[in-house]
């Protein structure tokens, strides 16, 4: 099982940016890909961008986050990281990383088993 810890988030301007980081450790060798989600107050929570964590590189993004959100990783660091470029107030959210196995190298068929304790992110108009 792996432990993973975010942080990075915080509170910012519409229009800004904040870049989170997801350090991985323990139990990682049985993961081949990670994820961020988000859940606000009084909704689902939501899968916001995956990537493939064994080396194609693979990545997915929800459709809302495309151009502004971008999902990478460090292999050698056991860290994927989530720039938010052009935040806006409905991007506030607790942000949380998982990691699990995807098959064939797909990012967005990640079946998610280890989560983290989440960070905040708070966008302001």
């Known amino acids: 099982q792996a432990q993973l810890v975010e942080s990075g988030g915080g509170s910012v301007q519409a229009g800004g940016s904040l870049r989170l980081s997801c350090a991985a450790s323990?139990?990682?060798?049985?993961?081949?890909?990670m994820g961020w989600f988000r859940q606000a107050p009084g909704k689902e929570r939501e899968r916001v961008a995956a990537?493939?964590?064994?080396?194609?590189?693979?990545?997915y993004y929800k459709e809302s986050v495309k151009g502004r959100f971008t999902i990478s990783q460090d292999r050698a660091e056991n860290t994927v990281y989530l720039q938010m470029n052009s935040l806006k107030p409905e991007d506030t959210a607790m942000y949380y990383c998982?990691?699990?196995?995807?098959?064939?190298?797909?990012?967005?068929?990640?079946?998610?088993?280890?989560w983290g304790q989440g960070t905040q992110v708070t966008v302001s108009s």
């Open positions: 323990g139990g990682t060798r049985s993961s081949n890909c």
């Open positions: 990537i493939d964590t064994g080396g194609s590189g693979n990545t």
């Open positions: 998982a990691a699990g196995r995807a098959p064939f190298q797909m990012a967005a068929a990640c079946k998610y088993r280890d």
